[in-house]
């Protein structure tokens, strides 16, 4: 895939002792989708509905009010329908700023419209990984992988840090990334937990095999 200006401004933040082992940015199909089918639409939609009956009862009435009273009051009562479209409309910027890089260290994502966020969590403090998949990412046929921290329960939703996780949203090759990262957890605590030799370029202790020079593509 191309290196679009949200990969470019992560990867400038990554150290020269690291290897970029996979970059990505979200599928943009179940990105948009997602903004679309979000919580907030069965709100808008009765919200929308029930204006709509108000203002059609009372201008089938013979007391009618003010056209300019009438769309104020229309305006200002409908703010969560407002809310959901500009929601809807700010999804492109979103997935503009949205990429996601893992090095042989961490986890780096990127999200945000109006203000962008930059977020890397290293492998040492990673307790788990799992794999979401909701309605419309199976329909898809993408996923979700996150990772949660010690420091908290939550993760993050593209990009955007909740708590102490992070995760990697929409993508298509899902399975390979999570057994990637899995893998990368896994030999970084057991090389930090048990460093035997004081851990040397290429750490014998407790078996493990990580390894900066390490060819992840096999």
Avoid at 69 to 78: E, G, K, S, V, Y
Avoid at 91 to 97: C, D, R, S, V
Avoid at 170 to 176: G, K, N
């Amino acid at each position: 895939m191309s290196i679009d200006g949200a990969i470019r401004d992560l990867a400038s933040m990554i150290s020269k002792d690291e290897k970029v082992l996979w970059f990505s940015k979200p599928d943009k199909l179940c990105f948009v989708l997602e903004s679309i089918f979000n919580p907030l639409l069965p709100i808008a939609i009765v919200f929308l509905a029930f204006d709509l009956t108000i203002v059609s009862a009372i201008y089938n009435t013979e007391e009618k009010l003010p056209v300019v009273f009438a769309l104020f009051m229309l305006f200002i009562h409908l703010m969560p329908v407002w809310v959901y479209i500009g929601g809807v409309l700010m999804t492109f910027l979103k997935y503009k700023n949205t990429g996601y890089i893992v090095t042989t260290k961490g986890i780096y994502a990127s999200g945000g419209f109006l203000t962008r966020t930059y977020n890397m969590k290293p492998f040492n403090e990673v307790s788990y990984v799992n794999i979401h998949r909701g309605i419309i990412d199976q329909l898809i046929g993408v996923g979700d992988v996150i990772a949660t921290c010690n420091s908290g329960d939550a993760y993050t939703i593209n990009g955007r840090q909740i708590g102490g996780g992070i995760s990697i949203c929409d993508i298509a090759d899902y399975q390979r990334v999570f057994k990637m990262v899995k893998e990368l957890q896994e030999d970084v605590f057991s090389d930090t937990m048990y460093p035997n030799a004081l851990r040397p370029e290429n750490n014998p202790g407790y078996n493990t095999r990580y390894s900066a020079k390490r060819d992840w593509n096999q």
